[in-house]
Nanobody, 128 residues
């Protein structure tokens, strides 16, 4: 079973960087898509970035494109989110999520309802 464990959140000044990690401690090798989402106080959860295991294609929300980078280790059991040039509006709880693949199943990179497993979340706070 997929078990996602996140780390790397914290407090940083605007313009700084953080690197989040998400490890599939179950090492199931069964995930099809890994994604990062975030939720700020009073707002809905939103897509941040995603990576597809099969071809390592990456996808980003417009608000983070050019500043954030998603990557995975060789086995794609650990996924990273490198966040540069952070802004106060990036402040949120960041969640890692995994979407399983199976024949005939539709998928979505950006829709959280398609993801099957979620991490506990890690707080990122950017001060101005």
């Amino acid at each position: 079973q997929v078990q996602l464990v996140e780390s790397g959140g914290g407090l940083v000044q605007a313009g700084g960087s953080l690197r989040l990690s998400c490890a599939d401690s179950g090492r199931t090798f069964s995930t099809f898509i890994m994604g990062w989402f975030r939720q700020a106080p009073g707002k809905e959860r939103e897509f941040v970035a995603g990576i597809r295991r099969s071809d390592r294609n990456t996808f980003y929300a417009t608000s983070v494109k050019g500043r954030f980078s998603i990557s995975g280790d060789n086995a794609m059991t650990t996924v990273y989110l490198q966040m540069n040039n952070l802004k106060p509006e990036d402040t949120a709880v960041y969640y890692c999520a995994a979407q399983l693949g199976s024949a005939g199943r539709s998928y979505s990179i950006t829709a959280d309802t398609y993801y099957d497993y979620w991490g506990q979340g890690t707080q990122v706070t950017v001060s101005s």
